[in-house]
């Protein structure tokens, strides 16, 4: 590389880095505040909404830098137009697409890193993510965490704590328990202490009663104890078998596809997954080929660039949307798969050609008929 394509390539990096940190903190607070009510009503730590909220980083990345990369490509290169540094460049003999070359490195590199996105990346944090969910779901020390509140914990069961000390301390403890047939049995506690056994959570309590209601007879048995051990196993909400999301596969995943009678039955978009991480990677290059198409060629204007990067902006939004709108359409009919990689080369390999011909096709375009 020479000293002008290493100049050009440092202005777009940074410029790229700027603006896809500022696109992924909005986005990323927009989607952190929709883990709040989760987070609040699972009782969990705010160690594990920081999690959860991180976890969903590299799924919304792929889709923020090739919109920062165009943003950069338009952005630079319309300064140094506007400067008339382009200007010079052009006079010394550069090309438009030699102009263009620090920006398809630059766009390559950027592509290699959404591939890491959506092939790897992007799926283990998925996977990490519904993980996190279901066990904030299913945990019962972090409902028990909810410190003054009656936690409803599953169809008739109902948990109560005043307050929670250190080392799993308990102190005010109720539960009421309706769920066996004509029997509701409440336990009150002075105090107690949240321990796992094997994995099974319980809880010993102290200076407490037990109270069974027989609905059928009105009869009511009392026991007080000292020490007692309640088994809250029951209190955990225990999540079925599910089939899981595309989302969350791995690309082995995808590609071998077990026997499971589900993934027969989706099978179109477990196919529209894969070739979606397949071609959207891609979009990068495509966009930059879309603004750089728009703003190299041809004669520069002092007065602004504004309608070829409203063009470039247009486009690539056009762009964006036919390929979001095929890879739904490829998971109801998997033979419209070669439009997908299709609508990400196609732009891109047209916008390549006409920086290379775009006196060709200004002269054909231009070219007048003669009057009869």
């Not at 883990?35 to 969903?56: C, D, K, N, P, Y």
């Not at 919304?60 to 460049?89: C, H, K, Q, W």
């Not at 509701?184 to 200076?207: C, I, Y």
Request: aromatic fraction near 8%.
């Amino acid at each position: 590389m020479n000293q002008i394509d290493r100049y050009l390539l440092r202005n777009l990096a940074v410029a790229t880095v700027f603006v896809t940190a500022g696109l992924s903190a909005a986005i990323w607070l927009t989607q952190s505040l929709r883990l709040v009510e989760m987070v609040v009503e699972g009782g969990a730590s705010l160690g594990i909404f920081f999690r959860l909220a991180l976890l969903t980083f590299p799924t919304f990345l792929s889709l923020i830098l090739p919109v920062g990369l165009l943003a950069a490509v338009l952005f630079t290169y319309n300064r140094l137009i506007m400067d008339s540094e382009l200007v010079v460049m052009r006079a010394a003999g550069l090309s438009p697409m030699a102009l263009a070359r620090p920006a398809l490195i630059l766009a390559a590199v950027v592509a290699l890193l959404c591939y890491t996105l959506t092939l790897f990346a992007g799926p283990a944090a998925q996977r990490e993510l519904v993980r996190l969910r279901q066990a904030v779901r299913s945990d019962v020390s972090a409902v028990l965490l909810r410190e003054g509140t009656f936690n409803d914990v599953g169809t008739g069961l109902t948990v109560y704590v005043r307050e929670r000390g250190r080392e799993g301390a308990l102190s005010g403890l109720l539960i009421h328990d309706l769920r066996s047939p004509g029997v509701a049995t409440t336990v009150v506690a002075e105090r107690g202490r949240l321990v796992e056994v094997d994995d099974v959570p319980h809880v010993v309590v102290f200076n407490g009663t037990q109270i069974k209601f027989h609905q059928d007879d009105g009869r009511t048995e009392w026991l007080e104890f000292a020490r007692y051990t309640v088994d809250l196993q029951a209190l955990r909400k225990e999540l079925g078998p599910r089939w899981i999301e595309p989302r969350e596969r791995s690309l082995r995943d995808l590609v071998n596809l077990t026997d499971d009678p589900l993934d027969r039955q989706f099978f179109g978009r477990l196919r529209a997954e894969l070739h979606s991480r397949l071609a959207t990677p891609l979009l990068p290059l495509a966009f930059t080929a879309v603004g750089l198409a728009a703003l190299l060629p041809g004669e520069f204007s002092r007065r602004g660039q504004g309608r070829r990067i409203a063009l470039a902006a247009v486009g690539a939004l056009v762009l964006q949307s036919a390929v979001l709108g095929i890879s739904n359409l490829v998971g109801k009919n998997p033979a419209l798969t070669p439009l997908l990689y299709g609508a990400v080369l196609l732009p891109a390999a047209a916008a390549l050609w006409y920086m290379v011909r775009w006196r060709a096709v200004r002269r054909a375009l231009t070219r007048t008929v003669p009057a009869e």
